[in-house]
């Protein structure tokens, strides 16, 4: 697929200045804005803890956009909105720690205020930082390792002289934070302080004076751990007795228009999916090279009249000025029929969900779409709402742009949460 940078940093500014969720960011840079914490785990505070140990050997599969986010909030999130307080306690509430993760697809800054990844390195540092931890095996073969690093230096106006010790202990809550939500989240992690600090800074090209203090690597464990949730509700019993597909066995498929679908929408979904471990297939009226309104391309390889609802359990369409091709095309309506009468999930984003509106599924839900669509989705009957992303049972709508990321972490969610 060819990318065609230009326009997409260019209409990547467009929705930063547009939206108030990534103002923080400098104009051009990636950001994900993260899904909300799960706030009711099902695994006690104390199984976490007796069932924590240090574990190194891990599957290839990467870790999920969501099981990242949990990380961050609960090494660095803000738990006193108020306040500004945060997951871990910090010396005088100065916070000068600052948590890096590094993914297959680059290195990211936590952002805490507003709970998003920013983009600072576009390559894959781990096998930097396995050499930098004096090539230690399972660095090497850890999908995701967290960087905790602090400004020693900001602890000092306040604490002469104790800067350092506060900003290691302050390090150490917060590590032990994520070494016990990686338990509950059913992943394997241990942490590393026998690593060069120096050059894991230099690695991270972080700013002067931000000292790296704790690495933790996380994984999906080779050995499944037998945990049991201490407390177990009656619903969760009824559900467990279900087991779950994993995710990576999910099929997903992105509609696009044979031409002018949305380029920044399609590659922010993508991305969300790819770093998943998911790859969608993608399917449009002709197979094929189909053109982005930016001129980037995907290459369908499925036909719209030739998907099977059974084959798939989520259909996506992206917008776009293209998409006007299936509001009134049968074999797409009628997709959408069928998959909603098997309760399959359902998403759009931008002016997208008119589809829905036109193949009348939508009735009395809440549906977020780009203003375009509003009066085909009241007269489906459905609500149209001013937020950015809506989950509705099994339809997820979104308006685009800054909201794609959010809108393909849903998707994800809906998909664990399927039988
Ligand atoms: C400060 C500190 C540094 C550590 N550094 C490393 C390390 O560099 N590599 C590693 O594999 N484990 C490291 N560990 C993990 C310990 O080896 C591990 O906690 C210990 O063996 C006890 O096992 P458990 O974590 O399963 O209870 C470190 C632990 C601490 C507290």
């Given at each position: 697929?060819?990318?065609?940078?230009?326009?997409?940093?260019?209409?990547?500014?467009?929705?930063?200045?547009?939206?108030?969720?990534?103002?923080?960011?400098?104009?051009?840079?990636?950001?994900?804005?993260?899904?909300?914490?799960?706030?009711?785990?099902s695994?006690?505070?104390?199984?976490?803890?007796?069932?924590?140990?240090?574990?190194?050997?891990?599957?290839?599969?990467?870790?999920?956009?969501?099981?990242?986010?949990?990380?961050?909030?609960s090494?660095?999130?803000?738990?006193?909105?108020?306040?500004?307080?945060?997951?871990?306690?910090?010396a005088?509430?100065?916070?000068?720690?600052?948590?890096?993760v590094?993914?297959?697809?680059?290195?990211?800054?936590?952002?805490?205020?507003?709970?998003t990844?920013?983009?600072?390195?576009?390559?894959d540092?781990?096998?930097?930082?396995?050499t930098?931890?004096?090539?230690?095996?399972?660095?090497?073969?850890?999908?995701?390792?967290f960087?905790?690093?602090?400004?020693?230096k900001?602890?000092?106006?306040?604490?002469?002289?104790?800067?350092?010790r506060?900003?290691?202990?302050?390090a150490?809550?917060?590590?032990?934070?994520m070494?016990?939500?990686a338990v509950?989240?059913?992943?394997?992690?241990?942490?590393?302080?026998?690593?060069?600090?120096?050059?894991?800074?230099?690695?991270?090209?972080?700013?002067?004076?931000?000292?790296?203090?704790?690495?933790?690597?996380?994984?999906?464990?080779?050995?499944?751990?037998?945990?049991?949730?201490?407390?177990?509700?009656?619903?969760?019993?009824?559900?467990?007795?279900?087991?779950?597909?994993?995710?990576?066995?999910?099929?997903?498929?992105?509609?696009?228009?044979?031409?002018?679908?949305?380029?920044?929408?399609?590659?922010d979904?993508?991305?969300?999916?790819?770093?998943?471990?998911?790859?969608?297939?993608?399917?449009?009226?002709?197979?094929?090279?189909v053109?982005?309104?930016?001129?980037?391309?995907?290459?369908?390889?499925?036909?719209?009249?030739?998907?099977?609802?059974?084959?798939?359990?989520?259909?996506?369409?992206i917008?776009?000025?293209?998409?006007?091709?299936?509001?009134?095309?049968?074999?797409?309506?009628?997709?959408?029929?069928?998959?909603?009468?098997?309760?399959?999930?359902?998403?759009?984003?931008?002016?997208a969900?008119?589809?829905?509106?036109?193949?009348?599924?939508?009735?009395?839900?809440?549906?977020?779409?780009s203003?375009?669509e509003?009066?085909?989705?009241?007269?489906?009957?459905?609500?149209?709402?001013?937020?950015?992303?809506?989950?509705?049972?099994?339809?997820?709508?979104?308006?685009?742009?800054?909201?794609?990321r959010?809108f393909?972490?849903?998707?994800?969610?809906a998909?664990?949460?399927?039988?």
């Amino acid at each position: 697929m060819k990318h065609n940078i230009g326009l997409f940093i260019l209409l990547f500014c467009f929705s930063a200045i547009f939206f108030s969720q990534t103002a923080s960011a400098v104009p051009g840079t990636t950001v994900i804005k993260l899904s909300e914490p799960e706030l009711n785990g099902s695994i006690s505070l104390e199984q976490a803890i007796k069932n924590r140990r240090s574990i190194r050997q891990f599957t290839p599969e990467p870790l999920n956009i969501d099981q990242v986010a949990q990380l961050c909030w609960s090494a660095q999130g803000i738990t006193d909105e108020e306040k500004g307080l945060r997951a871990a306690p910090s010396a005088g509430a100065i916070y000068p720690v600052q948590l890096y993760v590094a993914l297959p697809d680059g290195l990211y800054l936590y952002n805490p205020e507003d709970h998003t990844l920013e983009k600072k390195i576009d390559r894959d540092i781990k096998p930097m930082l396995y050499t930098a931890s004096f090539k230690q095996k399972a660095v090497q073969e850890s999908p995701c390792i967290f960087i905790i690093a602090a400004f020693e230096k900001m602890l000092e106006a306040k604490y002469r002289g104790k800067g350092e010790r506060f900003a290691s202990l302050e390090a150490g809550h917060i590590a032990q934070n994520m070494l016990l939500q990686a338990v509950t989240l059913g992943l394997g992690s241990f942490p590393v302080g026998g690593f060069a600090s120096d050059s894991v800074a230099k690695i991270c090209k972080f700013p002067d004076r931000l000292v790296p203090l704790y690495l933790i690597c996380v994984g999906n464990p080779i050995e499944k751990p037998s945990l049991v949730p201490a407390i177990v509700s009656m619903r969760n019993i009824a559900s467990m007795s279900k087991q779950p597909r994993s995710i990576h066995s999910k099929r997903v498929i992105i509609i696009l228009a044979e031409k002018r679908f949305n380029d920044a929408d399609y590659f922010d979904v993508e991305e969300t999916f790819q770093i998943a471990g998911i790859s969608p297939e993608i399917a449009s009226s002709k197979t094929g090279e189909v053109k982005g309104s930016g001129r980037n391309v995907a290459t369908a390889t499925k036909l719209v009249k030739d998907i099977k609802v059974d084959d798939y359990d989520a259909f996506i369409f992206i917008g776009g000025l293209g998409v006007k091709q299936f509001f009134d095309d049968r074999g797409a309506l009628n997709l959408v029929r069928q998959a909603n009468e098997q309760k399959k999930i359902l998403a759009a984003i931008g002016n997208a969900p008119g589809i829905f509106a036109r193949a009348r599924i939508i009735n009395g839900k809440n549906i977020a779409c780009s203003p375009v669509e509003r009066g085909k989705v009241t007269e489906a009957g459905a609500d149209w709402k001013r937020t950015l992303l809506e989950v509705d049972d099994n339809i997820i709508t979104a308006v685009g742009g800054d909201s794609a990321r959010r809108f393909g972490s849903a998707v994800l969610t809906a998909l664990r949460r399927q039988d």
